[in-house]
């Protein structure tokens, strides 16, 4: 993502408990579908629509594990760690800080799970 998204659009979108909870989840380490579904008590389908809400903000990564038998799964990752507001002058002043997975981890990380 290249952009900020809106204000009101992240404020609104960490209002909603699962989405929350998918964050806190993922901050630990990169987790499935189904772990984030076990884990915040969610069903699969919330789980896919918050992903989905959450990565269009850039607060979410996807990434594709393969398996050993040639399929593949996502798992998902925080990339938010820090979000903050300030009113000044009239006007409301966003900044979001998310974490930065550079080329060689990408490339290394990947390496290792073929």
Request: net charge negative; aromatic share 8%; charged share 30%.
């Amino acid at each position: 993502m290249t952009e900020d998204p809106a204000l009101s659009d992240v404020v609104a979108l960490l209002d909603d408990e699962y989405a929350r909870a998918i964050l806190e989840a993922t901050s630990e380490g990169p987790k499935s579908a189904k772990e984030l579904s076990e884990e915040c008590d969610a069903s699969l389908p919330t789980v896919y629509r918050r992903a989905e809400s959450l990565q269009e903000c850039g607060l979410l990564r996807e990434e594709t594990r393969l398996q050993d038998d040639g399929n593949h799964y996502s798992v998902y990752l925080a990339t938010l760690e820090r979000f903050s507001v300030e009113l000044t002058e009239g006007t409301f002043d966003m900044e979001l800080q998310r974490t930065e997975q550079d080329v060689a981890d990408t490339f290394t990380d990947m390496w290792h799970r073929l």
